[in-house]
């Protein structure tokens, strides 16, 4: 009877190895692999050699580099209600295998879904001309948002930043005219400055030769020396005096 019960345990042993099956599985240095067991989680595996047995146990292996995505545009409304297309780009990396893979269902879709709802909260408090002005803020601001959410994920976030603002091609016309404007009174403005420059120049030469007679002949000397070949004549008290091209009094 023994002998029977010994045999028939054999048997099914010999049955169950046939369909277990010893697989081998290399984790790269770069990756983390969680081992599940009639599944149920086990234990994560790090990089090296390793054995399971199939199909009681499987392994998921999960990428631990540092991963740079593009949130592409999408539609948001300015606290001014004026529609624009913003898009994102962000820097991440696991962290916690267990819970990136166990929290849900795909955490790169999860977090695609915390960055485009941040950016419609953030966005959508804000006004066109102070977003424009401060986007390294609204980064700043995004990153403070999603990077506590996106912790309870297993994911550590690296960067968040602001990438591209895009507007309708009506809004392109009307802030490009709004630029031109700003541009052209920045030009009259420094044009009005330096005529108000100049002016207090010849008023302050006015003044100097008002008070001191002398300056206009040694001005007028200076010009000479400058001058072509002109004979300039000037009629002064003691006379005639006449001035040659090298810019000198001829008769002194």
């Keep these: 009877m023994e002998i029977a019960l010994i045999a028939a345990l054999l048997a099914m042993a010999g049955i169950l190895g046939a369909f277990v099956v010893m697989r081998r599985i290399v984790v790269f240095e770069y990756q983390s692999a969680l081992l599940y067991t009639n599944g149920k989680f086990t234990r994560i595996l790090k990089p090296g050699r390793h054995w399971y047995a199939f199909p009681w146990q499987s392994v998921q292996r999960i ?6 995505i593009t949130i592409p545009g999408q539609e948001v409304l300015s606290a001014d209600n004026v529609s624009l297309k913003v898009s994102l780009s962000a820097g991440y990396r696991v962290v916690d295998p267990y819970a990136a893979v166990n929290t849900v269902v795909s955490y790169q879709e999860a ?5 485009q709802l941040a950016a419609r909260d953030v ?6 001309d102070s977003l424009l002005a401060k986007r390294a803020e609204v980064g700043k601001a995004l990153f403070e ?15 968040l930043e602001l990438k591209d603002i895009m507007f309708p091609g009506e809004l392109k016309n009307i802030f490009a005219q709004v630029v031109n404007a700003r541009k052209e009174g920045l030009a009259a403005l420094e044009r009005a400055r330096g005529e108000s420059a ?31 070949n002109n004979t300039i004549v000037i009629l002064s008290p003691e006379g005639m005096v006449d001035l040659k091209s090298a810019g000198k009094p001829s008769g002194t």
Aim: glycine content about 6%; aromatic content about 8%; hydrophobic content about 45%.
């Design 111 to 115: 977090l695609y879904q915390i960055f």
């Design 123 to 128: 966005i959508g408090s804000m006004e066109v």
């Design 198 to 228: 100049s002016l207090r120049n010849l008023a302050n030469a006015a003044r100097l030769f008002e008070d001191n007679p002398d300056l206009r002949q040694l001005r007028l000397f200076q010009v000479l020396e400058k001058s072509g």
């Design 63 to 68: 990428d631990m580099r540092e991963f740079h």
């Design 145 to 159: 948002i999603c990077s506590s959410k996106t912790a309870g994920l297993g994911i550590e976030l690296k960067a």
